[in-house]
């Protein structure tokens, strides 16, 4: 037997060993999901977590009321809503801090258990990366990987990370996103039609797109009930075609809210040929909801300004470069535009992020 003295060494050795082996701690515990999440919630989520990740640093972690709650109803809603703005909404994240207790808290109840090793990639891959368009690349790049087109709720084609700004100058909210995606031109032309933006991926935010019926003597037929545009006759999708849409617009606030309006629609250019182009702009406003103002009647507007459009590009190369841009401009009746205007722009920046997951609709979803 071995001396006494060198039974202490091994076994103090042995000690020693196991501190820097030892197995890392498991992630913290993430809550169970309700049974279900609503669209309303789900929406509000998606708010929070965008000013959160589009808002300047406060130079030192401070507490985000909501933000934790946020990511939750986002993670237990993506079955529903789409695996994929659960990954954006991290990406988003991450390219605002990997350090911020905060956010990187959101960002773990984002993960839950089945991307808890795609959130370790990028806090790895990110750290120390400056720039938050550069930091969003690459983390889209890890969430978004290309083996992920045959996955439940993600885009069905590969694409770089959309490269999408917003602004908000007084009463005006702006936004534009590019993006390339490995698609047909056909493909991009039929589900950005505005016809098809009421169906499949886009239902979330655009609960009823159709071609408006026109009046015999002007104007158009509405039922005053919901206010909304008799169906017209509708054209083929993906084609050159001028009439006008009725939408029923809900975007992504923290109050529920909708815009009832008719656009002018203008498709200048389809397949077959290199490029699609299609542009809209607001014609007639019927109804809004939203900002603690009661529903007003049926043919009182919220907006003054709602135009914008979509050009895809044929590359030859199997790739579409696409372009979307969109404006709103809040009406005078309001309760402070520029505010209004402020909080568009957060939802028009998630609006535009999600062109990949628009265009390349996982065929049966939702």
């Known amino acids: 037997m071995a001396p006494t003295w060198i039974r202490m060494v091994l076994a103090l050795s042995l000690f020693i060993g196991t501190i820097g082996c030892r197995p890392l701690a498991p992630p913290?515990?993430?809550?169970?999901?309700?049974?279900?999440?609503?669209?309303?919630?789900?929406?509000?989520?998606l708010f929070t977590v965008y000013q959160t990740a589009l808002a300047p640093s406060p130079g030192k972690p401070q507490p985000i009321p909501g933000l934790n709650e946020a990511a939750h109803t986002i993670r237990c809603g993506a079955p529903r809503f789409g695996e994929f703005w659960r990954r954006l909404a991290l990406a988003r994240l991450a390219a605002r801090s990997t350090s911020d207790r905060y956010i990187v808290s959101a960002s773990r109840e984002l993960s839950g258990h089945e991307l808890v090793d795609m959130l370790a990639n990028i806090e790895k891959r990110l750290g120390g990366m400056c720039g938050v368009e550069k930091r969003f690349a690459a983390a889209y790049e890890i969430v978004v990987p290309v083996g992920s087109t045959t996955q439940i709720g993600m885009p069905s084609c590969a694409s770089t990370p959309p490269v999408t700004t917003s602004d908000a100058q007084g009463w005006l909210a702006t936004a534009e996103s590019s993006v390339w995606l490995q698609t047909s031109l056909s493909q991009v032309a039929r589900n950005v039609d505005p016809q098809a933006w009421s169906t499949g991926c886009g239902h979330l935010v655009f609960h009823d797109t159709h071609i408006a019926k026109h009046a015999s003597g002007?104007?158009?037929?509405?039922?005053?009930?919901?206010?909304?545009?008799?169906?017209?006759?509708?054209?083929?999708?993906?084609?050159?075609?001028?009439?006008?849409?009725?939408?029923?617009?809900?975007?992504?606030?923290?109050?529920?809210?909708?815009?009832?309006?008719?656009?002018?629609i203008d498709v200048l250019q389809a397949p077959p040929g290199p490029a699609y182009k299609m542009t809209y702009s607001i014609n007639t406003g019927l109804q809004f909801q939203g900002w603690g103002v009661p529903t007003p009647p049926c043919g009182t507007s919220g907006v003054y300004i709602d135009q914008g459009g979509i050009t895809a590009i044929d590359a030859g190369n199997g790739w579409e470069y696409v372009v979307a841009t969109k404006q709103l401009a809040f009406s005078e009746h309001l309760p402070n535009p520029p505010l209004l205007a402020q909080e568009a722009a957060v939802g028009l920046h998630a609006l535009l992020d999600m062109m990949p997951f628009l265009v390349c609709c996982p065929a049966g979803f939702p």
């Open 28 to 45: 913290p515990p993430v809550a169970a999901c309700a049974a279900r999440v609503g669209e309303d919630d789900f929406r509000t989520a």
């Open 218 to 264: 002007g104007g158009f037929t509405v039922d005053p009930t919901t206010c909304t545009a008799n169906a017209g006759t509708p054209h083929t999708l993906g084609t050159k075609w001028h009439d006008d849409l009725f939408e029923h617009f809900v975007p992504a606030t923290y109050v529920p809210s909708f815009f009832k309006n008719i656009l002018s």
